[in-house]
């Protein structure tokens, strides 16, 4: 799910140690070329999507690959390496991103705390590790549409264009990603949100308590009713096409919102809908994910403990296809998905990835 922005945010810093075991896979199964991290014995190592090992354990900290690169660390400073494990650009950094064409950013700590707000000097680099730009900003954002959500200060947010041109200066307390060309943004605290086009310009009024990404045409926002607050989605003229009377509506996905529906027993849930608001998927689950590759994920108490509640899988059709067994899902990209299962202190103890019977590819330990 795309980045939704609140006027008021609570912060959970979520650190993890995962461990994972490979399961047999079949020997004449194919990969879909994606790579996905896991840990094993204390070491990082890559995986495809039939739970092969193809890049064997032996980094610290291994990140999604973009563009063919993937974010690696070692002895605590973090270079790139290629699909075949080979490093393309040697550990050097204290900090780096992934690559968006051709740039990634990458570090230079200011302290030992790793929780300090602004803990490193941001530069970018080219492929070839090539500095472009010198460590300037304290915050930054992904490369999204051409342009990136940058502060040099720490308190007000700019993007800067791949050639590192302040194109919007620094003027917004919060704002996001640009996506189908709009970005939400709010030029002081507690005052509401509105959509920039890329000159800066507000057009789409500020008028939301909360503000999502574009989607399909779509952006989730929370509007002031006279009855409260509540959630709807707008279009890019910022005109309602589903009005502000749900209690949550997630990003516009495979043609279906996610929304939330008070209950003939007082009670909240979650369950789709479609552009004319007609209920597809009845408001039975405690919460839901948007669609991705024709499946959803979506939390009901867990049957073998029914106090305490777990994330399973739904099909387009309602259908509940993977049972709720699981503490944290990832959406399935190309077939696969990666769970986790936490302790009571929300420390990932497990992870692992999943195909889309439910079968694991990697198993947790």
Same mark, same amino acid.
């Given at each position: 799910m795309r980045r939704i922005a609140f006027i008021c945010l609570g912060i959970i810093l979520i650190s993890f140690i995962s461990s994972c075991k490979l399961a047999s896979p079949s020997e004449n199964q194919e990969t879909n $070329?994606?790579?996905?991290?896991?840990?094993? !014995?204390g070491k990082y %190592?890559?995986?495809? &999507? !039939? %739970?092969k090992i193809i890049i064997k354990p032996q980094f610290d900290d291994a990140q999604d690959f973009f563009e063919g690169l993937a974010v690696v660390y070692k002895n605590g400073l973090a270079g790139f390496i290629d699909q075949s494990g080979e490093f393309v650009i040697e550990p050097q950094f204290d900090y780096a991103g992934s690559f968006y064409n051709g740039i990634a950013d990458f570090g230079i700590s200011r302290g030992k705390d790793p929780y300090k707000p602004f803990n490193y000097i941001i530069g970018y680099i080219d492929i070839n590790g090539k500095v472009l730009k010198e460590p300037t900003y304290m915050f930054i954002q992904s490369f999204?549409? %051409?342009l990136a =959500?940058?502060?040099i200060t720490g308190e007000r947010y700019g993007y800067i264009d791949t050639e590192f041109n302040m194109v919007i200066e620094e003027k917004f307390v919060s704002s996001g990603n640009f996506y189908e060309g709009l970005a939400f943004a709010r030029l002081d605290d507690l005052e509401p949100y509105g959509y920039i086009d890329r000159t800066g310009e507000f057009v789409i009024p500020p008028k939301f308590y909360s503000a999502g990404d574009f989607s399909n045409g779509y952006a &989730?926002?929370?509007?002031?009713?006279?009855? $409260?607050l509540f959630w709807g989605s707008i279009n890019k003229e910022g005109e309602f096409v589903i009005p502000p009377k749900y209690y949550g509506v997630w990003e516009y996905s495979e043609g279906l919102f996610g929304a939330g529906i008070k209950c003939e027993d007082g009670e909240t849930r979650f369950g789709f809908i479609d552009i004319n608001e007609n209920i597809i998927i009845p408001p039975v689950y405690e919460e839901v994910e948007p669609f991705s590759e024709g499946m959803a994920a979506v939390k009901l108490p867990d049957p073998n403990n029914p106090d305490e509640s777990k994330w399973g899988y739904i099909n387009k059709n309602g259908?509940?296809?993977? =049972?709720? =067994?699981f503490d944290n899902v990832e959406p399935f990209k190309d077939g696969v998905a990666r769970v986790?299962?936490?302790d009571?202190?929300?420390r990932i103890l497990k992870e692992g990835y999943i195909n889309k019977e439910g079968e694991y590819i990697w198993e947790p330990t």
């Open positions: $070329g994606t790579l996905y991290p896991v840990y094993m !014995n %190592g890559y995986i495809d &999507s !039939n %739970g999204s549409e %051409g =959500q940058v502060s &989730s926002v929370m509007y002031r009713t006279e009855s $409260g259908e509940l296809v993977i =049972q709720p =067994q986790r299962f936490l009571y202190e929300r």
